[in-house]
């Protein structure tokens, strides 16, 4: 099939894997991530079984950690920083982040409601970019019109990688996350050739 390939952690598998980590005091994991998520203090949370706790520490580094802990090559980055690795395996740290995505998804939290500040906002463009500005954009409280030339949103999410790496369902999910927050999408805009009335 082209189902996802890799496995989200059942709770037990996440635990033994947060007990793991060593959580270092040099923080190298973290360094070697380029979206600056606070890795340890997360596997902490994990370790506590506070699942809400460490989805909170993620986003206030990451804006897309749905796609992330997908995608990004962790092998290199992260993880390839992780002092477990030296003498065995690296702690899986991009599937602890998975996992806490789901749970965070499965409890049905959503996300913090930021204040209004009455500011207008248009974002072009749906891709990653797109959504992780109109993300940010949202956290602070100002009001987003994300605009998408295509059909749906989601840009390279959506039409550059294949269902075995990143679901489609997983894009549509955050998006829908993001309307639950006051995000609106409108697609099939060519910005500049053809605007809403």
């Not at 009455?118 to 009001?143: F, I, N």
Request: glycine fraction near 12%.
């Amino acid at each position: 099939t082209f189902d996802e390939v890799d496995h989200t952690y059942t709770q037990e598998e996440a635990r033994r894997e947060a007990g793991r980590c060593l959580g270092c005091p040099t923080h190298w994991c973290a360094k070697g991530c380029p979206a600056g998520v606070p890795v340890t203090e997360f596997i902490a949370k994990v370790r506590e079984e506070d699942y809400e706790g460490a989805y909170r520490l993620i986003r206030t580094a990451s804006t897309l950690p749905e796609m992330c802990s997908r995608v990004c090559p962790q092998e290199k980055q992260c993880q390839s920083n992780c002092t477990r690795g030296i003498r065995s395996q690296a702690v899986g740290i991009g599937r602890l982040e998975r996992f806490v995505v789901e749970r965070h998804y499965q409890s049905g939290a959503g996300e913090v409601q930021a204040t209004p500040t009455g500011r207008r906002v248009a974002v072009v463009g749906s891709g990653p970019a797109g959504l992780s500005a109109a993300q940010r954009l949202a956290d602070l409280g100002h009001s987003v019109t994300v605009y998408e030339s295509s059909d749906r949103p989601g840009g390279l999410l959506e039409y550059g990688i294949p269902n075995m790496k990143l679901e489609k369902g997983v894009v549509a999910r955050k998006v829908e996350a993001m309307k639950a927050q006051g995000v609106e999408f409108r697609a099939g805009v060519r910005v500049g050739v053809q605007m809403p009335a």
